[in-house]
């Protein structure tokens, strides 16, 4: 008898492809299968049309217009974008909460000789915008902070801190991955914002960035310059459309379903908190994304109680960062101990989640914290 199929709670990592997106992308792979960019045949501009009826499906769903979204990959290739308009002498804000892929590429940068801020979050994962208005200099140039945290849920200030760049004459990207499709985003309020497909029930490998007209950005891949030289290679026409599809999908049930998500969270907090000992939640009560809870269990190894916890996929923070050793850099930036980080879960709910599967996970956890605790004391 095969073991049965775990209960997935992983949703910040990546979520399942709806049926409903597969069944508009298929038809893309065999019998509308042409180059978007073959406009001389009929395959072509069949393909075309369903890359640009795509854009103006997720620009409506963004109230932005067409010609302000390119596709690329996914977000780590937007963000490397949004980050490559700097030059040696600019000065970079971005903050300690944000994904390695604003991280990694600012720190090279900084390598290029661009000034680097690093804003240091409080103890609930915000960013303050006071201390962004202090941070910037007469030749800061871009300012990266992203929508919300798919460690510990934080949802920041967006329109404040699209607000003090504006004022300031200074360029904001904002990486949305977390947020898009799951809360309420005004995309204009930004120059720049990265997404991913994936993170709503969309394909993955596809993505895009939203570029405000009158902001020119460079391009790292350069070729055919298909996306007006924003992303040059040859568009995914499947993707693009099963991601059109994914947003059209979540204007439809993202409000109802954060409801519901956010209920079954709450429920989960409680009764963790209350009914498992050395327990602590990380990130905010209020403005946290509705299916996210990051836990801290005292004297646990998350890793020990992952691998324990079979009848569940759980994981300890970003699949981007999942195979390194080590406690997660954002929990320590907002003040856990190396110790209360490394013994930290997040909990991602999404919309095939249940009232009975929060019943399970609890009963399991009860369970096998006291053990690997009745363990680890022996």
């Known amino acids: ?67 302000e979204v390119y596709f690329t990959a996914g977000a780590t290739e937007s963000n490397n974008i949004a980050l490559n308009l700097l030059a040696a002498g600019d000065h970079l804000i971005t903050s300690a909460v944000e994904h390695k892929s604003i991280l990694a590429p600012a720190r090279r940068a900084e390598k290029r000789g661009v000034e680097l801020t690093v804003l240091t979050p409080d103890r609930e994962g915000f960013i303050d915008p006071a201390a962004l208005r202090d941070a910037i200099r007469s030749n800061t140039k871009l300012v990266s902070i992203e929508a919300a945290n798919g460690e510990i849920g934080t949802i920041q200030p967006v329109a404040e801190f699209a607000a003090i760049c504006r004022e300031r004459g200074v360029l904001y990207h904002t990486d949305i991955t977390q947020a898009a499709g799951k809360i309420p985003l005004k995309l204009a309020d930004a120059d ?42 040859t568009v995914n026409v499947p993707g693009v459309v099963g991601m059109a ?63 324990a916890m079979r009848r569940f996929s759980l994981s300890s923070g970003s699949a981007c960062s999942s195979g390194e050793r080590g406690p997660s850099p954002l929990l320590t930036a907002i003040g856990l101990s190396d110790a209360a980080a490394l013994g930290s879960i997040r909990f991602g709910l999404g919309k095939s989640n249940t009232a009975e599967h929060i019943a ?16 680890s004391a022996a």
């Open 1 to 67: 008898m095969p073991p049965e199929t775990p209960i997935y709670l992983d949703h910040h990592a990546t979520t399942p492809c709806d049926a409903r997106v597969v069944d508009v992308m298929l038809p893309f792979f065999t019998t509308n299968f042409g180059n978007s960019g073959s406009l001389t045949h009929e395959h072509g501009r069949r393909a075309a049309n369903a890359v640009e009826d795509s854009r103006i499906t997720i620009a409506r769903f963004f109230d932005v217009q067409p010609n």
């Open 192 to 233: 720049l914002a990265s997404f991913s497909a994936h993170k709503l029930y969309g394909p993955k490998g596809i993505g895009g960035l939203y570029v405000r007209r009158g902001v020119r950005v460079e391009p790292l891949i350069v070729g055919g310059g298909q996306e007006k030289n924003i992303r040059s290679g």
């Open 245 to 307: 599809t994914a947003f059209r999908i979540r204007k439809d049930e993202m409000t109802d379903e954060g409801t519901r998500l956010t209920v079954l969270r709450n429920e989960l907090w409680e009764r963790i908190t209350t009914e498992i000992a050395g327990t602590s939640v990380n990130g905010p009560r209020e403005l946290r994304l509705p299916g996210n809870l990051n836990v801290s269990f005292d004297r646990i190894e998350a890793d020990s109680l992952i691998v």
């Open 360 to 375: 399970m996970l609890v009963d399991d956890l009860k369970r096998i914290v006291a053990k690997l605790r009745e363990i």
